[in-house]
């Protein structure tokens, strides 16, 4: 055998390595794309029916958010007539009870400053009357 027989089966052998190497890798990356059409189909069967389910529950959530809506409108209201209720009971009631504390007050300082004259007038009287028996006793 000669040097250039020697070298080709060198660069056979070489070659032959080469392809086995190629053959393996391409049958792992053939296995590889097979789990991947295995997982994209497995996803895509759940999230269908999940998407489906989501759609109906944002469906659901819209509902019940307009009916909390309406229900906030509605306590608005009632707190806008709950106000308007109060203001005209305050008015109605209030307006009187202060005219009646104020009449009671002022009944309050007559009488005080009746007794006081009455106490005044006894006190006077008294006096006079010292007098007139100390004037009669001289």
Avoid at 4 to 23: D, H, P, S
Avoid at 53 to 71: F, M, P, R, S
Wanted: hydrophobic share 45%; aromatic share 4%; net charge positive.
């Amino acid at each position: 055998m000669s040097g250039g027989e020697i070298a080709g089966i060198i660069i056979a052998v070489f070659w032959a390595i080469l392809v086995c190497f190629l053959a393996y890798t391409l049958v792992h990356l053939s296995r590889v794309l097979d789990e991947t059409e295995t997982l994209v189909a497995s996803v895509t069967e759940q999230t269908v029916p999940l998407l489906t389910e989501v759609t109906q529950t944002v469906v659901h959530a819209n509902a019940q958010l307009g009916k909390v809506d309406t229900i906030t409108n509605n306590l608005a209201n009632v707190s806008t007539n709950v106000s308007a209720l109060t203001s005209t009971v305050s008015h109605t009631i209030g307006t009187p009870l202060v005219k009646v504390a104020s009449f009671a007050y002022g009944l309050r300082a007559a009488a005080k400053l009746r007794r006081r004259a009455a106490a005044e007038k006894q006190v006077r009287e008294t006096m006079k009357g010292g007098r007139a028996s100390r004037r009669s006793d001289r």
